[in-house]
């Protein structure tokens, strides 16, 4: 036999024939977001869940309304509110277990605190005495980020290197709409969508980024249809309605936990307030607009449903506005009073081992505080110098 | 009595074996970076490090230098120890808004709480023909960040040493990589114990009375051939390799230009806000006393990077250094 006769000889294989990687309609999101509250499935809610939601609503408002007042009090140098957004803030940190992940931005100090964590603690970044208020390891919270999205690759590093380890651990990574325009959003996702990890991603799709609405933002259908060019599931929920956000969540949390790998959620809600107390928002929207979304309040949307179970009556909402003024209360009494700084502290943790030129640098400003404190007999303006 | 088996090695094959090492001590270091698996690397400094340690050690990522260092920060959050291989500097540039905002100063931050173990290694400088994009030296953007170290080897047995000691450390570290050193060689034992020194400690290459050269990484060689060559000038020149700019020796390179009397800084970085105006106000402050002339500077022009056929012309070379050294007022002496 010679060559030409052998089979295939000299003849070019075809290409491999082309098809697609993964099947895109059972990523796709719904057409509209999901909801619970205000339908039919509403009846189905689990009673508890329904009661520890609204309490933890209204505490949560709470806590928006008293971190916005100390602003005006000069107690904060600025508070981003998430007045609006409290079912989703609140859900994030109801669907994680205690040795999950969560990775805040700046707007989301609620939900760290809904995962227990003291609200003077979530505030130090905003009070500006020092970036982070708190362990992150102890509590499992990243410090909160303000660079957008810069947060969503280390949720997904973290989340990696547990998997590696054999640890059953899920980071969620919070989100704003303008973060979706970052390169760190679209990095993060694919990364996470290649080693499929353990992570989701919740974007709080607010309308606005500081001024800038979503129109200039993407042209993408819906924030949740993102998820499919990396091949992982979009979901979109209604983002004030808390139990629908809730569920979505708690869904995507034990779809990675069991290995399943990433989701992206698009949680549609609204920022009632300005960007911060520095931002002006009647430039750039109608009061009309934050009126007609009164209507469709989170904490409304729970008490709608407990009326219609008859689990709201006066004693109940005594209770829970009592909770939440109690918490406030004691979050006042304690940002009222200064905080203790050291300026001496600048120089500790830039390295594990103080260069020689920090060295110089932190007895250089000793020197001054020794100086500034015999100049006002004793009593140094930011405490004493150690 | 076994005898030692000392062969040539070049620097290349010395950090590969020191990240083999690494890998092999404390299953905590993890490699990542762009064709670092399968390939090896384009330099092959990771060659045979995923056949070894398995793809979860030696990870091929997707191509995004800030993904791969967004995502070497998490690992680090949960106790980790990454070491990220950009693949050109030029390439690094994604990474720095990760490098600045978060790796850097995630120790301050956290006030200690979460610290940032990463190696970035970068490879660095010009000089092997590279094409536009190539052959950056960035370490002034690094020095420039606190919380970072950064730090570059210029022999083979310090690129072993010094990247151990890099991976060791519980700060983050920009290991800079001369490239056209890659493939420089030297009698070294991979075998044998190897020190590990600490980062931060310069030394000098090479002994003498007349003048200070101040250099490292890429130009350590060209360094010590220009002193050679100075020799018929009758000038003895002293060549100090700083091998880390953060933390900056300020001890050894103080030592020896007072004992000269005379410096001149040497990298190809370009001279306007690089390395040297701050080595050379750190020499002025210090040794103010004892210098004959200003502390001169030899670097690459303040120009985009040159392409490969005129970078001859841009890198500084012997003459040039001779050039800056005989402008160091020798006059004054007789």
């Not at chain 1, 959620?265 to 609204?270: D, G, H, L, R, S």
């Not at chain 2, 905002?101 to 000089?127: D, E, L």
């Not at chain 2, 590990?196 to 310069?202: C, F, H, M, Q």
């Not at chain 2, 040497?266 to 200003?294: D, K, N, W, Y």
């Amino acid at each position: 036999m010679t060559v030409m006769e052998q089979r295939d000889a000299y003849r070019p294989a075809p290409p491999p024939a082309w098809q697609l990687r993964t099947d895109p309609a059972p990523l796709l999101p719904d057409a509209e977001p999901y909801r619970v509250l205000g339908t039919e499935a509403a009846r189905e809610a689990d009673q508890e869940l329904l009661l520890r939601l609204h309490g933890e609503l209204v505490r949560g408002r709470r806590y928006n309304t008293q971190a916005t007042a100390l602003t005006k009090q000069g107690r904060l140098a600025v508070y981003p509110s998430s007045t609006g957004q409290e079912a989703c803030e609140i859900a994030a940190a109801l669907a994680l277990r205690e040795r999950d992940w969560l990775f805040p931005s700046y707007r989301d100090t609620l939900a760290a605190v809904a995962r227990g964590l003291d609200p003077v603690a979530a505030l130090t970044l905003l009070r500006g005495d020092w970036h982070t208020g708190y362990d992150p390891r102890e509590h499992r919270i990243a410090p909160l980020s303000t660079p957008l999205a810069t947060q969503l690759p280390h949720a997904v590093g973290l989340a990696h290197a547990a998997r590696l380890k054999g640890d059953d651990v899920v980071a969620l990574a919070m989100v704003g709409d303008g973060g979706t325009s970052e390169g760190d959003f679209h990095e993060a996702l694919n990364f996470a969508a290649v080693w499929q990890a353990p992570v989701v991603f919740l974007v709080q799709n607010n309308g606005f980024a500081i001024s800038v609405p979503l129109a200039k933002q993407t042209a993408a259908p819906s924030l949740a249809h993102k998820a499919v060019g990396y091949g992982m599931p979009g979901r979109l929920v209604d983002g004030n309605d808390a139990v629908a956000v809730h569920e979505v969540l708690s869904e995507a949390v034990r779809r990675a936990r069991e290995g399943g790998g990433p989701t992206l959620i698009e949680a549609v809600t609204y920022r009632m307030e300005a960007h911060t107390n520095a931002d002006d928002a009647t430039r750039y929207r109608h009061d009309a607009e934050v009126e007609a979304w009164r209507d469709h309040d989170p904490i409304l949307l729970v008490e709608r449903e407990l009326d219609a179970r008859g689990l709201l009556d006066e004693d109940r909402r005594r209770a829970v506005r009592e909770d939440a003024e109690a918490m406030a209360a004691d979050l006042r009494e304690r940002m009222n009073q200064d905080p203790a700084l050291d300026p001496m502290d600048l120089f500790t943790q830039v390295y594990a081992e103080q260069t020689s030129q920090l060295r110089e640098q932190a007895a250089q400003l000793r020197a001054e505080l020794e100086a500034e404190n015999d100049a006002e007999g004793g009593a140094g303006r930011d405490g004493a110098a150690r | 009595m076994t005898t030692v088996a000392v062969k040539p090695a070049t620097m290349g094959q010395a950090l590969g074996r020191a990240l083999r090492d690494a890998m092999a001590d404390d299953p905590a270091v993890h490699v990542l970076g762009e064709d670092v698996g399968t390939l090896g690397g384009v330099f092959r400094v990771t060659d045979g490090l995923a056949k070894e340690f398995g793809d979860d050690r030696c990870t091929d990522t997707p191509l995004a230098e800030a993904g791969i260092l967004g995502t070497a920060v998490g690992m680090a959050m949960y106790g980790l120890r990454p070491v990220v291989e950009m693949q050109f500097d030029a390439f690094a540039y994604p990474a720095f808004e990760q490098l600045i905002s978060h790796v850097s100063r995630m120790r301050n931050r956290t006030r200690g709480g979460m610290p940032m173990p990463i190696t970035i290694r970068v490879p660095y400088g010009g000089g092997i023909g590279g094409v536009e994009h190539h052959s950056d030296s960035s370490e002034a953007y690094y020095m420039a960040t606190p919380g970072l170290h950064v730090v570059t080897p210029a022999t083979v047995a310090d690129a072993y040493g010094l990247l151990r000691a890099s991976i060791a450390s519980d700060d983050p570290v920009v290991f800079l990589e001369p490239k056209r050193l890659y493939w420089s060689k030297a009698d070294w034992n991979p075998d044998a114990p190897q020190s590990v020194e600490p980062i931060g400690k310069a030394v000098v290459r090479r002994a003498g009375r007349s003048a200070t050269l101040l250099t490292y990484g890429p130009s350590v060689p060209v360094c010590l051939e220009a002193a050679e060559a100075a020799r018929a000038e009758g000038w003895d020149l002293e060549v100090v390799d700083l091998r880390s700019l953060v933390p900056f020796d300020d001890e050894t390179v103080t030592a020896s230009v007072r004992r000269t009397g005379r410096a001149v800084v040497v990298h190809e970085s370009g001279g306007f806000g690089g390395p040297g105006g701050e080595i050379a106000a750190r020499v002025t402050e210090r040794c103010f006393h004892h210098l004959e002339a200003p502390v001169l500077r030899v670097a690459g022009f303040d120009i985009p990077y040159p392409p490969p056929m005129l970078e001859r012309h841009h890198l500084p070379g012997v003459d040039r250094i001779l050039d800056a050294v005989a402008r160091l007022q020798w006059e004054a002496e007789s």
